[in-house]
Structure formats: structure tokens, C-alpha cells
């Protein structure tokens, strides 16, 4: 199967921003959606969004974090579509602060939400993708793990982690796989800042306003790797705002 419509989309994250994004852009090229998010209102707010204008998604409420949601996810797709085409792990979160704030909290729920998450998402979509000799795992990375800045280098260690574990996948997949890094510079989502340090997040949130690009490109990206034909891997995607250095 190549292209996007009829495909059955898994997406983490798509109750805001870069997951909401991609999830109406592939839900108008015709893909089947399954969105997984924590936020019920947000959520139900992106599925309708999608059903009004005639597309075809269902929520689950998915806190990444926990394997059996993960699985949850993926079995949605299968019961209700027979099939499972593609796992978008873009669940993420960018509360970022220098080290001597001393955040623990926020750097366990990075790890957590990037290295742990991504691992529920591979454990729960593998055995479907192995069963149908077919499947696409889109992993959402970032710029920060080729360009380390102060102060996300709890931030940069866990992308830079996504990038590793998509690439040792993608060496592991076999000929039947397609596995997929998209990483996104500075985009403009309420992500930004979010559950970041006061003087940081304001920082965050200025540079945003002034250079970050659309989630619309980043949902393009993934787009174009999703409609390659079988046997075609796009593996690896950085797409950024043209001043971000
Ligand atoms: N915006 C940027 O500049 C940028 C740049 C590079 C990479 N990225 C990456 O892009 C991805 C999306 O970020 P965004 O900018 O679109 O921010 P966002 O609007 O805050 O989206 C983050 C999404 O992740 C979900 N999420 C967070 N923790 C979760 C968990 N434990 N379980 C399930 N869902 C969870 C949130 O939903 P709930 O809160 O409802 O669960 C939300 O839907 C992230 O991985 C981020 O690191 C963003």
C-alpha cells in the first residue's frame, strides 16, 4: 500500500500542536486516524475537527508513559480497522530549565514521555507491523539533538535518544519495515515554553514569535514519508525554520 489514503494512522500526542497539525493533514488526504493524547477536551475537540469535515479519526485517551496504553492504541486500530499502517510517536514535552533549577521532576517526564514512550509505542505497534508484513514508525525528534543549547540538555539527551533508537530500529527492520525520524526546529505550538522556567519560557516564547515556522511544515514532512511507495524508507527528515541557526 503506498500514499496516504485508507492508510490507519496511530498518532501520540495529536490533542495539540504538531499532532493535532499532522492529524488534519492526513486525515483530509484520507487516512484512517487513531489519536492518542491525555487531554479528553482537547482531544475530543481534534477528533470532531476531523469527523465534521467528513475524515475518519477516534480518540484514546493515552498517557504514553504507561505500556498497556500504548497497547490500547494500537489495539483501537486493529479492532476498529482491521490493520495498523503507521505509529506517529510524537508525544512530547518541552519543560526545559537550566541544570542548577534542579527540575528533577520535569527531566523524569522528559525521559519518560521521549525514551520510555517512544519504547511503549515500538513494543506495542512491532508484533501488529511484524504480523502484517508491513508498518511505518514515524518518530517525532527534534533539532536539539544536533545542536545542543543551554539550557535543554535534558531535552537534547532524550531527542538524541529518539534519534538513536530510530536508527538502531530502522538497522533491525528488515526489508518489510519503514522506520522514520522527523525532526522539527523551533515550531510554532503551545508546546513552546510550556512547563518550562518563568525567564526561560518567556525566552522560548519570543523566539518562537519571531522565527519558528508553522506545524503545518512539520505535518507536511511527515506526509511526504508516509506517501513513499512500500519499499521506499524515508529515514531520516530535518525540517526548520530558514534563520534557525
Ligand atoms: N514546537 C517545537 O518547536 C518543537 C521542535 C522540535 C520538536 N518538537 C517535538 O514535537 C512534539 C510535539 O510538540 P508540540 O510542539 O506540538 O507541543 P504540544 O502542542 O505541547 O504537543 C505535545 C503533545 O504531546 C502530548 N503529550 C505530552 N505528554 C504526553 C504523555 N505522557 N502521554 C501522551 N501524550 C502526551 C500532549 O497532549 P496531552 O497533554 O493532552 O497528553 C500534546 O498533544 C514533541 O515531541 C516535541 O518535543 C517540537
Not at 508516509?226 to 534557525?244: A, H, L, Y
Request: with cysteine; net charge neutral.
Amino acid at each position: 500500500m503506498s500514499g496516504i489514503r485508507g492508510k490507519v494512522v496511530a498518532i501520540t500526542g495529536a490533542s495539540s500542536g504538531i499532532g493535532a497539525e499532522t492529524a488534519a493533514h492526513l486525515a483530509e488526504r484520507g487516512a484512517r486516524l487513531v489519536l492518542g493524547a491525555r487531554r479528553a477536551d482537547r482531544l475530543n475537540a481534534v477528533v470532531e475537527a476531523i469527523t465534521d469535515k467528513g475524515g475518519t479519526a477516534t480518540g484514546v485517551i493515552v498517557d504514553v508513559t504507561r505500556r498497556e496504553d500504548l497497547q490500547r492504541l494500537t489495539d483501537t486500530a486493529v479492532h476498529r480497522f482491521g490493520r495498523l499502517d503507521v505509529l506517529v510517536s510524537n508525544a512530547g514535552t518541552m519543560a526545559v530549565s537550566p541544570f542548577d533549577d534542579l527540575c528533577q521532576d520535569d527531566w523524569d517526564a522528559m525521559v519518560a514521555t521521549h525514551i520510555t514512550g517512544l519504547l511503549n509505542g515500538i513494543g506495542a505497534a512491532l508484533p501488529v507491523f511484524r504480523r502484517q508484513r508491513s508498518g511505518q514508525f514515524v518518530n517525532i525528534g527534534s533539532t536539539a539533538a544536533y545542536v545542543v543549547k543551554p539550557p535543554q540538555g535534558v531535552y537534547a539527551a532524550t531527542k538524541t535518544a529518539v534519534k538513536v533508537l530510530t536508527e538502531g530500529l530502522r538497522q533491525e527492520s528488515g526489508p518489510d519495515l519503514r522506520v522514520t525520524l522527523v525532526s522539527p526546529g523551533f515550531t510554532h505550538t503551545g508546546g513552546v515554553g510550556k512547563g518550562a522556567s518563568p525567564e526561560v519560557a518567556a525566552a522560548m516564547i519570543r523566539q518562537r514569535d519571531e522565527i519558528a515556522m508553522p506545524p503545518a511544515a512539520v505535518a507536511s514532512a511527515i506526509a511526504y514519508a508516509i506517501e513513499q511507495p512500500e519499499g521506499v524508507d524515508v529515514s531520516e527528515i530535518v525540517v526548520r525554520p530558514t534563520v534557525q541557526a
